[in-house]
């Protein structure tokens, strides 16, 4: 019998640290092409840094908060969501409930799919259409908004999902 520790990978503490840099990075080219005279030319990095903040505070989320449920979500504590860039060494957020960080992921969801596109050369390494779509459709199964995941997921998978197994 071998007892588990957690690696330098795999403890809380990197979690956090590893997904909040990730929310750091998404904020700072937000920042950057919002600065932009020629806004539409960065419009499928917005969308791809947009959906980066979202998966990474639902990340987050899952590990640190209980479940969303819709009938305690606004007395449950969430997570900070920050949406600007920070260069101050320490910074104090404010954590505000569940319900408003599910709102806060809605929000950058919604914003983020119409500006995805499946032009990357290397598509597995990009929030693209489908991987958009395939995490709305996740993120809405843990809201608890069913049509919307249904909606996502048929973006997805269309209306014969099998064709999309593979052997």
Aim: overall charge negative.
């Amino acid at each position: 019998w071998t007892e588990l520790t957690e690696s330098d990978n795999e403890g809380t503490q990197m979690i956090w640290d590893q997904f909040y840099s990730c929310v750091r990075t998404a904020n700072e080219a937000i920042a950057f092409i919002e600065k932009q005279s020629n806004k539409d030319d960065y419009k499928t990095q917005l969308g791809e840094a947009l959906m980066c903040r979202a998966y990474s505070v639902f990340y987050l989320a899952n590990v640190f908060c209980r479940a969303y449920d819709p009938a305690t979500a606004d007395k449950e504590l969430g997570l900070p969501y920050p949406t600007e860039p920070d260069y101050a060494l320490v910074t104090k957020y404010e954590r505000g409930t569940l319900a408003q960080l599910y709102a806060k992921i809605d929000a950058d969801i919604q914003e983020a799919l119409p500006l995805l596109t499946n032009t990357y050369e290397h598509p597995k390494f990009h929030f693209n259409t489908l991987s958009g779509n395939a995490f709305a459709a996740r993120f809405y199964l843990y809201y608890r908004k069913y049509d919307a995941a249904i909606k996502y997921a048929t973006a997805v998978l269309g209306t014969s999902p099998a064709s999309k197994l593979r052997d």
